[in-house]
């Protein structure tokens, strides 16, 4: 599932399935700026760049600016609240 797509937005970015991730905090969220290059951050990493703009725009050298910022800052929040629904219907 993609949270945006190169049509719409400079990024494109997806939750990352990897079998081999055992808790929430691991799930990674994939951002794609080029199709040559690629950033993955764990749903832990996601948390802390929602809650600090300068870290998220430390960790992508390919963040202009604020409004890029707040955007990913949204697609990554997309991200967690469907890693938290999946991991909350799993134990349902």
Do not use: P
Not at 11 to 18: K, R
Not at 67 to 78: H, K, L, P
């Amino acid at each position: 599932m993609s949270y945006s797509r190169w049509l719409d937005s400079k990024f494109y970015t997806y939750w990352h399935e990897d079998r081999t991730v055992q808790n929430k905090e691991d799930e990674i969220f994939t951002c794609h700026t080029q199709i040559w290059c690629s950033h993955n951050f764990t749903y832990t990493d996601c948390k802390i760049m929602c809650e600090n703009i300068l870290k998220l725009k430390g960790r992508m050298n390919e963040i202009d600016d604020d409004e890029d910022a707040i955007e990913m800052q949204g697609y990554m929040r997309e991200f967690m609240t469907d890693v938290d629904e999946e991991y909350d219907y799993e134990k349902s």
